[in-house]
């Protein structure tokens, strides 16, 4: 039998006397256990007529489901399923959370309370780099950009946009010594493939402003939008979204989308949207 199950074991046997402690899960300390009877009005999913009551906190490491995730916690990972008693908290990946549930297996626990105690920062498929051009080779494609003395190989390619001034623009236009902003994704050996190259003008949001969606989060109802350069948050709950005069929700929302805010902007680089239009680009819309 496992350390596992003779704690479990020992556990049961003083369910009733209300013990409270630390208990070790794994070789690690990483949960308060309470132990006692279990109430009607607590968790549905019970291990039995004595239960153990485990407080965690770690970091949401991937969502398997609308109420389901994975939590780490020093090093190690619990499955949880999530069933508020009352009022549902929102979450996301990579936020820190303080939970408290029933752990029903070795690594599983039942939540019926949770608290975000940190916002995390949502994954971007894009990536925004500030610079000085350092090196420009027009016939291998590459540029290298000194960024906080650090040295960044920037490719670019056909598919690759330049904007100088807010104007269209080619890669005969930069040189050696500008200022730019890049936006692109991780390539190989380090690389940033370039999506958009941009010289002059200032990033940000304005009214009526065109961006990239580079992150989408359905639950809260924001996305992110690269403007230029500069990533700002999009709050959509007062917002009417549409694509060729075609009502749309978050759902229907792609990263990769350019799209044009109107609304007010806020502190902290967030715009609270009246209107989003979806822009058609026959380079990338395949409906």
């Known amino acids: 039998m496992s350390k596992f199950h003779n704690w479990l074991i020992a556990a049961t046997l003083v369910g009733t006397t209300g013990v409270a402690?630390?208990?070790?899960?794994?070789?690690?300390?990483?949960?308060?256990?309470?132990?006692?009877?279990?109430?009607?009005r607590d968790l549905e999913d019970k291990p039995g007529p004595d239960f153990v009551v485990v407080r965690a906190r770690g970091r949401v490491e991937s969502m398997t489901g609308a109420d389901r995730f994975v939590l780490s916690s020093k090093g190690m990972r619990f499955r949880i399923d999530y069933r508020p008693k009352e009022g549902r908290v929102n979450f996301r990946e990579g936020d820190q959370v303080h939970l408290r549930g029933a752990l029903t297996e070795p690594d599983r626990i039942t939540a019926d309370e949770l608290v975000v105690t940190q916002r995390g920062r949502r994954e971007r498929v894009s990536r925004t780099l500030t610079g000085t051009l350092s090196q420009v080779n027009r016939n291998t494609r590459r540029l290298v950009v000194d960024a906080a003395g650090r040295k960044v190989t920037v490719v670019y390619n056909d598919r690759t946009e330049f904007f100088r001034n807010t104007g269209r623009g080619s890669a005969t236009d930069f040189r050696v010594g500008e200022a730019v902003r890049i936006v692109g994704t991780p390539g190989a050996d380090r690389a940033i493939v370039a999506r958009r190259i941009y010289s002059g003008g200032r990033p940000g949001f304005t009214q009526g402003a065109v961006?990239?969606?580079?992150?989408?989060?359905?639950?809260?109802?924001?996305?992110?939008?690269?403007?230029?350069?500069?990533?700002?948050?999009?709050?959509?709950?007062?917002?009417?979204?549409?694509?060729?005069?075609?009502?749309?929700?978050?759902?229907?929302?792609?990263?990769?989308?350019?799209?044009?805010?109107?609304?007010?902007?806020r502190p902290d680089r967030n715009v609270d949207a009246s209107t989003v239009e979806v822009l058609l680009d026959p380079s990338r819309d395949r409906e």
Do not use: K
């Open 211 to 265: 961006g990239e969606i580079v992150g989408l989060d359905a639950r809260d109802q924001e996305i992110d939008v690269d403007f230029d350069g500069e990533v700002w948050t999009v709050r959509l709950r007062q917002a009417t979204v549409r694509r060729a005069n075609r009502r749309l929700e978050i759902e229907d929302l792609r990263l990769g989308q350019d799209v044009r805010v109107n609304g007010s902007a």
């Open 21 to 40: 402690g630390w208990v070790g899960v794994g070789g690690g300390s990483v949960a308060h256990a309470q132990f006692g009877a279990l109430g009607e």
